[in-house]
């Protein structure tokens, strides 16, 4: 009897919790009207917290098993794609939940059907649903989950292209299935992407774990069928198809791989023959033939017949050059069922490649020289030694950028110029400082798009020949240089791990990847400290104000809400210097210390009433370090200057230089961290105005 009462008191909680919430459809979320001329947009309910079911697709954890990890992955939680089993198309959808996880859904299953509350939200146009709560009465039901619908990728994407389709919106969420497509462009974290005969191409995503950190199919690979869920998104990869389970994708055919291409030697000097060696392998058959393509200097293609040695190891040999020269090569394969492979596959932007060189040590330069757009060193995986100077240690950039693996860096460059610098990793890379003069042995490694000498399981190796030396001037670089472009782009990529400079800046975006404020996570405003800033060329490019070790923020986080220095659109920098980077898609300049910035100037309307006379206050606070703000009145418009002059009556700053300015009351922020300690003075002048008063710098 007491179980009794106690299931009818659950179900009538139940009744009531989904009784406060309006209970509607998956469709109703997802359904958008007029695709074609309006495009896709936000859900018509997002922002609503509603009342939905739907039959679980793919469970939070693998196997149902709390134990294991999760299958889809969801910063802070867990996630699951429900479908209304009612419908076909806008009837899917990615549930999540944040910690914490109740013990109901750790071990829901596929093929559940639950009914829930949760909010409706939008993260890069792709619509999600945040679970409020989620007990043992929000399973409602059974049953098997519905079959894929069946698709060509040209109901996602343009016939003949890699262009999203806008109807592809209606698939957001839903399990489909295409057939008879073929793959290309894989890679390291196990995605990939495929084709079909009219080489319409899709993205194949990483979101489960039975994908992320697997090894792709090699390039060629032909697919009977590939099923997942599919998401819309704005970034680079567009509409994805994200596979949940292992046994949604099957192969029809193996092409040939390729892999461990090698050179000997690895340096080499005119007149020196190159080999290159391939392992080269058919899981269901043979190779008939490998030939190995080299140019020199960009020329026209030169065909080679690779020699199977033994085993699956193939051959050839480029002849030696008597010159300086840039030689590049690639591998092209074809097995017994005439399914054939070039490696790598874009030869466009991934070439293997070596310099012919006339001398036998190296420097920075040759180890960094990327030609191709791919931005993969001639040494990439090979042992080097170079020498230079230390110009930002792990006390200059801590390396702790929201949502990222970024660790404390060292950098080291050799003269000024392109290509000159390079990131130094390992444990006896923590130990060096600025103005370090080294010799620095490692391998080299891509890091996230970031060439460096070391790895984790094999670190940089350092000599230190001396210290207190003079670094490089930085490269002073407009802005529109780097503007937005990719990982690897030659105008770009050169500039990598280099001591740079932009001058004369206006801060045109406080937050690069959102609205002004702090970081809310995933479903929310996000903020990762980058910062949008252009010269005179009104070409915007990113800033990272997080790695770096000095007061400059945009707000990424509530515990900086009174620290000082909040850097807002609008205000302006004499210059920033840095290491260029590259990080989630973007080149960024990061600052290393307060001295990386010169020449900060904000200025804030404080009041729009016209006051009678002029007036400029004590700065405050006073003393001060190393910022302090100085307001004055004016009672008509008109050109305003502000400078600061030290004890002995030199001026050591401008910080408004005969610029316009409107009646009423301004504050200007004066950043002083570049200055000593000591006694200044402020002189503001407007037409015949002029007050001069004293402050203290106190650091």
Partial sequence: MKIFFTSIFLFVLSINVFAQYEEVTIRDIQYLDSLLDKGDRESPLNGDTVTITGVVMVPPYKSADPDSQVVMYFPGGVSFFIQD?????????????????SPELQILDSGTVVKITGLVTEYYTTTEFLITDFDASNIVGFKKRPEPVELTLDSLKELGTDINKVTAEKWEGVYVVVRNVTTFDRNSSGGFRIYDK????????????????????????????????????????????????????????????????????????????????????????????????????????????????????????????????????????????????????????????????????????????????GGFSAFNGYEVTVSGIVTADTSDIEGNETGTASSPAVYIQNGTGPWSGIRIFGTDADDRVRGDNVTVTGPISENFGVTQIGTTTSGAVIILNSSGDPLPEPQVLSTSEIDGLDDGTFQAE???????????????????????????????????????????????????????????????SSYLENLPIHVQAGNTFESIEGILWYSFGEYKLIPRKNDDFTGYVTVVETNTQVPNNYSVSQNYPNPFNPSTKIQYILPAEGNVVLKIYNILGKEVKTLIANEYRTAGSHTVTFDAHDLPSGVYFYRLQAGNFISVKKMILLK
């Avoid at 806008?90 to 999540?96: E, K, N, P, Q, R």
């Fill in 494 to 556: 050169q500039w990598e791990g280099v001591l740079i400079k932009y001058e004369n800046l206006n801060v045109t975006d406080e937050n690069a990847d959102g609205d002004p404020g702090v970081d809310e996570g995933t479903g929310g405003n996000r903020n990762y400290g980058d910062i949008l800033v252009a010269d005179t060329t009104d070409s915007s490019t990113r800033v990272d104000l997080e790695d770096g070790t000095h007061q400059y923020h945009n707000y990424w």
């Fill in 198 to 373: 009219n080489n319409t191409e899709l993205t194949i995503g990483t979101k489960s774990d039975y994908y992320y950190g697997y090894s792709a199919p090699n390039d060629g690979t032909v697919l009977e069928y590939i099923k997942g869920y599919i998401e819309t998104r704005t970034d680079a990869n567009g509409v994805t198809l994200n596979p949940g389970f292992r046994e949604d994708m099957k192969v029809k055919l193996y092409s040939p791989i390729v892999s461990n291409i090698v050179r000997s030697p690895v340096k080499v000097t005119y007149g020196q023959d190159v080999t290159i060696t391939a392992q080269i392998t058919d899981q269901d058959g043979t190779i008939d033939t490998a030939k190995l393509y080299y140019r020199v200097n960009n020329g026209t293609n030169n065909a080679l017949l690779m020699t199977n040695t033994e085993g699956d190891t193939w051959q050839a040999t480029i002849p030696g050059r008597n010159d300086s020269s840039v030689v590049d090569f690639f591998v092209y394969t074809v097995d017994n069922d005439n399914n054939k492979i070039m490696y790598p596959p874009d030869t466009t932007q991934n070439r293997y490649f070596y310099l012919v060189l006339g001398r036998t040590d190296l420097t920075i330069q040759d180890v960094q020289f990327s030609p191709f757009g």
């Fill in 85 to 101: 089993t009612s419908e076909t198309d806008w009837s899917g959808i990615l549930a999540a939940k944040e910690n914490p996880i």
